[in-house]
């Protein structure tokens, strides 16, 4: 096992990796940016090192991560998600230095980060997969033939990256023309890349992913699914593990799907087989992410087994400590992603100042969080400042144990997405399990937000009251 980790990364995923880490023994290195000096996750390791310049660079420069890694004699470096976590050029560094990178190997990271190239191995191992191109579309002209082949509606996908940057919905050549520039641009802005690809559009459909785990001794096993459906503009806000409509034969033909495929290209590591179901309830591949997902928390909760310690037993050679038959999946459990953003203004960003924090608690209840009272919340970084994880017996107890938690939940000082979790929580279409990719979008024009007043600006508004009483 290894004696001394370093995690590539910052916030909530660093101090998670911590906390698996203090679990097996295991000695912590956090690196952090000249913005980052007051995070949790600097205090909860036991070494700390600043990079300094650019405050989204320092956690991007890999040549003075592993420096930094091997001045400190860590064995093995834990990325976390997104910054480095799937850049092959990455893990090729760390091992070529001497210091395990844990993920999957350099060949499964380029074949991943590539969803034309994913797409096409799946097919070829008998994955159904969406028609669609099978390369990448330079031109227009050509998306407009292959749109024609295909059918409108049409989706415009970028072939690099993810969190729904450079993906466009189109229904017709009209729509095409204009999303595909759109679509190339921001694939471009985010990725460095612009290679965007055609594919069918399916309609209404749920995003269900597969959690996989493989040590390199051939052993495979997957932990069933999570329903990642409530999405706001292509991206997940709120994950529930598992769904609430799979029935016990999909959920199981699926997962064999994604072990079997896995064995054969001998793939190790975490990793989270993407698909869209659609109404007749079809699967279709989208993507692999070969790294730890945000909401892998919800899979720990509804399994008991703690991904990131396998995670890490598996970069040092060691086997799985659990079989496919000792898996069980009990209960129902949700995560929200808290962030700080202002709802009644289009889910702005809004960085600033936690004035007052109180996390809630009790039975099913977890907290992945860095925030506290007079912490900065830095301008330069993902908006989420929390991920509450809520565990039920049933989908049920689930809702309920959730609103309880949402109504304990108190961060002050900035505007936060937990008045939309309310809102989302009474709807009686969520409620009842009817929802896909798009139900957000479309309720959100039916929720009503009141913004709540700031408590300091209350508490000095009644102090100028009080005085004014008193003819002071």
């Known amino acids: 096992m290894f004696k001394k980790i370093l995690i590539a990364n910052r916030s909530e995923v660093a101090t998670r990796v911590i906390r698996a880490c203090k679990e097996l023994g295991i000695k912590t290195v ?3 940016s000249e913005a980052d000096v007051n995070s949790l996750h600097v205090k ?28 400190a004699g860590v064995d093995a470096i834990h990325p976390g998600y997104g910054f480095l976590s799937e850049r ?26 590539s969803k034309l190239k994913a797409k096409k191995v799946m097919k070829e191992l008998g994955v159904p997969v969406a028609e669609g191109s099978d390369r990448a579309v330079s031109d227009i002209e050509e998306a407009k033939e292959l749109a024609k082949k295909i059918g409108y509606p049409v989706m415009i996908k970028a072939s690099h990256g993810g969190g729904g940057r450079g993906l466009r ?26 290679e965007v690809f055609i594919e069918k559009y399916i309609e209404e459909p749920r995003h269900i ?68 179901m659609d109404k007749y309830g079809k699967f279709y591949f989208m993507e692999v992410n070969p790294r730890l997902q945000v ?17 890490i037993r598996i970069a040092a050679g060691m086997n799985l400590s659990f079989s496919q038959k000792s ?40 907290i992945d969080g860095v925030v506290y009272k007079g912490y900065k919340i830095p301008p330069y970084y993902d908006s989420m400042i929390a991920k509450l994880i809520v565990w039920g017996r049933n989908w049920d107890e689930v809702i309920r144990r959730s609103r309880r938690a949402l109504d304990e939940f108190v961060i002050r000082g900035v505007p936060t ?5 309310k809102k989302i929580l009474n709807d009686p279409e969520f409620i009842h399990g009817k929802f896909d990719t798009s139900f957000i979008d479309r309720k959100i024009k039916e929720f009503t937000f009141i913004k709540e007043p700031d408590p300091e600006i209350l508490a000095l508004a009644l102090s100028a009251a009080i005085a004014a009483h008193h003819g002071l």
């Open 417 to 421: 997405t937990i008045p939309f979790f």
């Open 44 to 71: 909860k390791a036991d070494e700390a090192y600043m990079i300094h310049g650019d405050p989204v660079k320092a956690y991007l420069n890999y040549y003075k991560i592993v420096d930094i890694a091997r001045r």
């Open 295 to 311: 909401e892998h928390t919800i899979t720990e909760a509804v399994t008991g087994i703690d991904i990131v310690q396998e995670q």
């Open 209 to 276: 992913e597969i959690q996989i785990i493989a040590d390199k001794n051939g052993n495979v096993v997957h932990l069933g699914e999570r329903d990642c459906s409530m999405q706001r503009r292509h991206q997940k806000v709120l994950e529930i593990a598992p769904s609430p409509v799979l029935t016990k034969r999909q959920r199981e033909k699926l997962g064999q799907i994604c072990v079997r495929v896995a064995r054969e290209i001998g793939y190790y590591g975490v990793g989270t087989w993407e698909f869209l």
């Open 327 to 366: 898996v069980n999946i009990y209960g129902f459990a949700m995560q929200f992603r808290i962030n700080a953003e202002d709802v009644t203004r289009d889910f702005v960003p809004s960085p600033g100042t936690v004035t007052a924090y109180y996390s809630p608690g009790g039975i099913g209840v977890r």
């Open 30 to 32: 956090a690196i952090y």
């Open 88 to 113: 092959p050029d990455f893990a090729e560094y760390c091992r070529k230095k001497g210091v395990e990178f844990i993920g999957p190997s350099v060949e499964h990271l380029k074949m991943f980060g």
């Open 169 to 194: 919905v189109a229904r017709n050549e009209k729509e095409l023309v204009s999303q595909f520039k759109t679509a190339v641009a921001e694939a471009e802005a985010a990725f460095g890349k612009g």
